[in-house]
């Protein structure tokens, strides 16, 4: 694996496995809030990350909107953890559109930095803050791909979906799909073979 895809794939780490992840689902499904939170912890970062392409600053807004029907849903979901992950995504997805589509309708206000409370994080490590801004830049180079390539490497690379999942979600046939994420991937290794 060479540089490129180890930016792109450092944060794709995943704190439980399959089978840990598949007995959370099932438990979540039937209530228990500990189990619940092991899928959220999973699922979270990647869908965060997805997000903060489509909408940039309002990714955790969009997300807690999404989480809360996630929440709601979740007990006539059926599939596996990855059918889960492609849910949970989709609806992320459908909450980020309604989302950019009320931002054109309404004019965006803002207000001075000084109004805002000071938050800390719950780290404030030097390794937190290297992997976010390594996270920052990777995002924001795919943020600089045409919409169907950043998508498609998104759902790719970041979230983990497989290419019928991405597909699904996107509403392309798994070919358009592989290829917007070929195409996406070689501009990428482009934007890196040429800084700046």
């Known amino acids: 694996m060479d540089s490129r895809e180890k930016v792109l794939t450092r944060r794709r780490r995943k704190p439980a496995d399959t089978a840990d992840l ?7 499904q039937h209530g228990d809030e500990d189990a619940f939170r092991v899928l959220y912890r999973s699922v979270q970062p990647a869908l965060l990350r997805y997000l903060r392409v489509l909408v940039g600053e309002d990714a955790e807004d969009v997300a807690s909107e999404a989480w809360l029907q996630i929440v709601r849903d979740l007990t006539s979901f059926r599939g596996d953890v990855d059918g889960f992950r492609g849910w949970a995504t989709t609806i992320a997805r459908h909450r980020a559109m309604d989302h950019l589509r009320r931002q054109r309708r309404r ?31 990777a995002l924001a180079l795919i943020g600089r791909l045409p919409r169907d390539q950043a998508e498609a ?4 690379v970041v979230v983990g979906l497989d290419v019928k999942g991405a597909a699904r979600l996107l509403g392309k046939r798994p070919g358009a799909v592989r290829t917007a994420a070929y195409r ?4 990428l290794a482009e934007y890196f073979d040429c800084p700046g």
């Open 22 to 28: 598949a007995a959370a689902l099932s438990e979540a």
């Open 107 to 137: 004019p965006i206000v803002t207000g001075p930095v000084e109004d805002l409370a000071d938050r800390s994080g719950p780290e404030e490590t030097a390794e937190s803050a290297v992997n976010a801004v390594a996270t920052d830049a």
């Open 153 to 156: 490497v998104l759902l790719r």
């Open 184 to 187: 996406g991937l070689r501009k």
